[in-house]
């Protein structure tokens, strides 16, 4: 497909557990971007990454939050030791490039439950 | 501090009426801002931007407009479809600093087009 893809789409763990989301960006987009949207809130930002440069982590809540990206493309966000106020909605972006006025394109998600 | 900020939660229009929905920010380092839509169990789709060189922006049915020295915009919808029904957030990225290549999300208006 030509969109943002993220897997799963839902992920239902015991708080505690590490999990791990995975994003495919546009094929040729450099800059990509992770959000959440908790219960009733806006879309919170937590990283994002442009092409080879360190990724700016401003927006991660806490240290059990990480995020890498391979080869340029896909991402992995990682939250290690899970908790309830954890669960929300992750939120993928990829753009041409940061900045220069370019479009984010959102995935659909993957919904976490931390139980 | 909620840098943008969409004050109506949701709004409700007959089909083929006009929808006009709101936003404000408050960081003036912003300068590109966006205006995205969102079904239930999607991701955000981009719907139309605008540079704050510019004052307006048309795309078929979907305008928007910048009010710089007010700090505000809005996206009107002429004429509306009750397709249109979805969340649409407002969001902004700056050309510097701390709001550089993210986006900061308003906290969404529901629009409800009645047929």
């Known amino acids: 497909g030509a969109g943002v893809s993220q897997s799963p789409s839902n992920k239902v763990t015991e708080k505690g557990k590490d999990v791990e989301l995975r994003c495919d960006p546009i094929?040729?987009?450099?800059?990509l971007y992770w959000y959440r949207q908790s219960l009733g809130q806006g879309l919170e930002f937590l990283i994002y990454?442009?092409?080879?440069?360190?990724?700016?982590k401003s927006g991660l809540p806490s240290d059990r939050f990480s995020a890498e990206r391979t080869g340029g493309s896909v991402s992995t966000l990682t939250i290690q030791r899970t908790q309830q106020e954890d669960s929300a909605v992750y939120l993928c972006?990829?753009?041409?490039?940061?900045?220069?006025?370019?479009?984010?394109?959102f995935g659909d998600g993957t919904r976490l439950s931390i139980l | 501090d909620q840098q943008v900020k969409q004050n109506s939660p949701s709004l409700s229009v007959q089909e083929g009426r006009i929808s006009i929905l709101n936003c404000d920010y408050t960081?003036?380092?912003?300068?590109?801002f966006l205006w995205y839509k969102k079904y239930p169990a999607e991701g955000p789709t981009f719907l139309i931007s605008?540079?704050?060189?510019?004052d307006k922006n048309e795309d078929g049915r979907f305008t928007v407009f910048l009010n710089k020295s007010a700090k505000h915009l809005s996206l009107h919808i002429v004429p509306s479809q009750p397709g249109d029904s979805a969340v649409y957030f407002c969001?902004?990225?700056?050309?510097?600093?701390?709001?550089?290549?993210?986006?900061?999300f308003g906290q969404g208006t529901i629009l409800t087009v009645h047929p």
């Open positions: 969001a902004a990225s700056g050309a510097g600093g701390t709001s550089y290549g993210k986006l900061t």
């Open positions: 972006a990829s753009s041409r490039r940061t900045g220069g006025n370019q479009p984010q394109h």
């Open positions: 990454f442009q092409g080879n440069s360190a990724p700016d």
């Open positions: 960081n003036s380092m912003f300068d590109y």
């Open positions: 094929s040729g987009h450099t800059a």
């Open positions: 605008i540079s704050s060189i510019k």
